[in-house]
């Protein structure tokens, strides 16, 4: 069952390779440095790799949107996703799959009464206008500074183009890692909350948890987009917005890449966070929207003069045209499916102010006193509840988060089979111990049961400032609440 709904994310990534690969090998190809064919081959390759080993920073950002919880839910918002960017690539547009399948999820939350992640959808929307903007920055700068250094460097035009060709080849490789890293989010992020996959490993050396085999799975698709339809959208952005030069090409093309790159990289992200420096949100971000930027940054360091400006508000127009397009289609789509097909399009999710969870919000400081004719009532949605909790208490966006995550009812019992099930060689045998003493015992709110096992074991239990670590323990306790909940389906 979850194969067949994982095709409309293969049906994304699809229109995503179709679309996008012109994003990192456009400008080569536009320019005639570089055949579609070798452009397509390398572009495959590279991007599956980034998306297999540097994926998972973007994703968990998308995940925060809106974490759907039903798997025909996750196959209609991907698939509104796919149809809405489908449609665009088809008018040879490069469009944004970051705002489809934004778009796609809120439709969701909307359909499902889901608490937006407003502050998730911040640093999103935010990275929409940054992106094109730190883009064209940057190939301005990069073009004044080899314009510059040819000036003083005299090199035969042959050699120039051989290292042109050569350098387009590794910006393009660069891009292409840097696009399945960034971009993978898109594709697959929204089935990895509800993935039935575990751990594997390689003759003991590599190993893909869940989230990187649905990774390697969406990293194909794109591939497969790129050599069966990407070379209209090639075209389009190469030739399309200003006429471009080999060595314009080659910036833009780092440009891309360099963008891309400083919003998908966790490592980054640590170095500069270590070092008290601030970090860019590892978003998803659109690769159209850098590459475009890119493009423009050239053409205005060159005077304005080429820039096809009817073109650039056609591909504005289809920018501003897909998040709303996404958010419909979404809507509709699974007001369909579940009211005609009678499909699960979200598992609905209560809310009350219980003991416990009033005790974990006073102790995070949340003054709760005006709240008591509220108290263990049940509300059937995030919005209901929310509405109910603006009505008698002021809370910023950080202390509403709290309330409703502290509130979230999610009533489990861990049954003896569970630990019969765990098959995931990350999950350690102290760790599959602190399970099995838990037989038996009922939680009300998943976070009872996180603290329940951090107190039979220390392998279960977070360290303040590891979040590499952290965020592996959070995949692991992903992992228990789904054997838990299949245990009871």
Known sequence: MFAFFLTSGLFLGWSLGANDGANVFGTAVGSRMISFRKAALYCGIFVV??????????????GELGAVNAIAGAFVVA???AVTVYWLTVLGYPVSTTQAIVGAIIGWDLFAGAVIDFAALE????????????AAIFSAVLYK?????MKHIRIHMFQLDALTRMGLLIAGIAGAYSLGANNIANVVGIFVPISPFAEISFLGIFKLN????????????????????????????????????PIAALVAVLANALVLFLFASQDLERFLIGHGLPALPLVPVSSSQAIVG????????????GIRWRMLGEITGAWVTTPVAAVVISFIALFFLQNVFQQKTYLPVEYRLTAQAEERIRAAGIPVDRLEDIREKTYPSAYQFQVALSQRVSLDKGQMSRVIDATELEPVVVGSQVTGRINDPAITAEQREAVQKLWGKRFQHRWELDQALAALSPQWRMKPGDKEQNEKLQRELDYIHRLIRAAVQ
Request: net charge positive; no cysteine; glycine share 18%.
């Open 145 to 149: 500074l080899i314009a510059l250094g």
């Open 49 to 62: 790799l980034g998306a297999v080993i540097s994926g998972a920073g973007a994703a968990r950002t998308l």
């Open 210 to 245: 869940a989230a990187q085999q649905l990774f390697f799975i969406g990293g194909v698709a794109i591939a497969v987009g790129v050599f069966t339809y990407g070379r209209r959208v090639m075209l389009t952005v190469g030739e399309g917005i200003t006429e471009m030069s």
């Open 79 to 81: 698939l509104a996703a």
């Open 294 to 305: 890119s493009v423009i940054g050239i053409g205005l360091v060159r005077g304005g003069r």
């Open 123 to 134: 640093k999103i929307v935010l990275s929409w206008i940054i992106s094109p903007i730190l």
